[in-house]
């Protein structure tokens, strides 16, 4: 079962059910200009969603067509979609009652229009300010609508992921035992629940495609080490991470980088060993709680063996960025460039496909939740 780890979902009707006065509203016109991918095109409407008097974001139809969206699924040789709740519409600097009535229309269309159709993953969004109600709301998508995943923008406020005040929620989640997927994380120094070219973007001014190229990897290399360090792992260590769109090729160097950073029989620098000398430790070597990260490649990444080299036991997973149209959307020809691989081993590419992502959502051979 090939799973497409990473596409965008974004059901025009779920702003009929908040009742919120701030809500914002909806205009959807007939496309005037096709989104084109590798020569794609991807037909129908074009939406926009304006709140506060402001235009939000604009998108296709095959962000809200489950019908199309299957299409493209079926072109690029995926089985499942994972269902991502779409970033800009869904945010956390939203008035707390909006926030909330938001995620609980999200969440109820979702499990609604994938109800007893098996070639999607529903994924809840929660209003992570209000943690009592995330926790509440969290236990209500998965237990009653079947959501099989939590997404979150990042961390809150001026705390990463490691920050104590989502322990309460992690535990939740570790009893539902769900993955975390984040998508995107914020960027690095940056405020945690922003998007990144949105706002405090100043180092990539008048460089556009740095916030992805960049942002992606060097935020999710700080929030891997914070979680690691922290002990926040050591505290949940059922806890399962996804991280998407920051590519790969990074993981082998932090992990032999913190590792390094480590005092043990290999440390080569005495300064380390002293550094931690009396200093609260972590229970294993930093590389091996990677078990709990799994990471997202881009079918580009045409060096994905040499990083499983760096990896072996590793956590690799695939996503399309479908429908978007930037430098790591690859649908429809994801599949198959993993496929034509030649330096990569069938066991690998099976992993990387679905076989890793079927144990991150805890699924068996037919799409059904093991847990």
């Known amino acids: ?10 059901p025009l009707r779920f702003i009929d059910k908040v009742k919120h006065p701030g809500r914002g509203h909806l205009e959807v016109v007939e496309d005037k200009g096709d989104m084109v991918r590798y020569g794609e095109v991807v037909p129908g409407r074009v939406a926009t969603y304006y709140r506060d008097g402001k235009k939000i974001h604009s998108f296709k139809e095959g962000r809200w067509s489950l019908s199309l969206r299957a299409e493209f699924m079926k072109k690029d040789g995926f089985d499942v979609q994972v269902l991502i709740p779409d970033n800009r519409q869904l945010i956390y600097e939203v008035d707390a009652e909006l926030g909330r009535q938001l995620a609980r229309a999200y969440n109820d269309t979702v499990a609604e ?24 709301e969290l236990r209500r998508a998965v237990k009653e609508l079947g959501l099989k995943a939590v997404k979150f923008n990042g961390g809150w406020g001026d705390g990463d992921l490691d920050n104590e005040v989502l322990y309460p929620l992690y535990e939740e989640i570790a009893a539902l035992d769900i993955p975390i997927l984040l998508h995107p994380a914020a960027r690095v120094f940056e405020l945690q629940h922003s998007h990144p070219w949105l706002v405090g973007a100043e180092r990539f001014q008048g460089f ?164």
């Not at 079962?1 to 974004?10: E, Q, R, S």
């Not at 229009?113 to 509440?136: H, M, T």
Request: with cysteine; net charge negative; proline share 5%.
């Open 1 to 10: 079962m090939y799973i497409d780890g990473d596409t965008h979902y974004w």
């Open 113 to 136: 229009d994938i109800q007893g159709d098996g070639r999607f993953v529903g994924v809840a969004w929660i209003y992570l300010p209000d943690i009592n109600e995330s926790i509440k």
């Open 208 to 371: 556009q495609h740095f916030p992805t190229a960049l942002g992606f990897p060097l935020t999710y290399m700080v929030s891997a080490a914070r979680l690691i360090f922290s002990g926040t792992l050591d505290r949940f260590p059922t806890l399962k991470f996804g991280f998407f769109e920051g590519g790969v090729g990074w993981v082998p160097w932090i992990m032999h980088t913190l590792d390094a950073h480590m005092p043990n029989e290999a440390t080569i620098s005495v300064a380390v060993q002293q550094f931690f000398e009396g200093k609260k430790g972590i229970q294993k070597m930093p590389s091996q709680y990677f078990d709990q990260f799994y990471i997202a490649c881009v079918s580009w990444e045409s060096y994905l063996a040499d990083t499983v080299n760096g990896w072996p036991n590793h956590n690799i997973i695939i996503g399309s960025d479908f429908d978007h149209g930037d430098a790591v959307a690859t649908w429809p020809r994801t599949v198959d460039v993993i496929k034509q691989m030649k330096n990569l081993s069938e066991l690998d590419k099976e992993k990387i496909l679905g076989g890793n992502a079927m144990k991150m959502f805890g699924l068996d051979r037919n799409g059904t939740a093991r847990h």
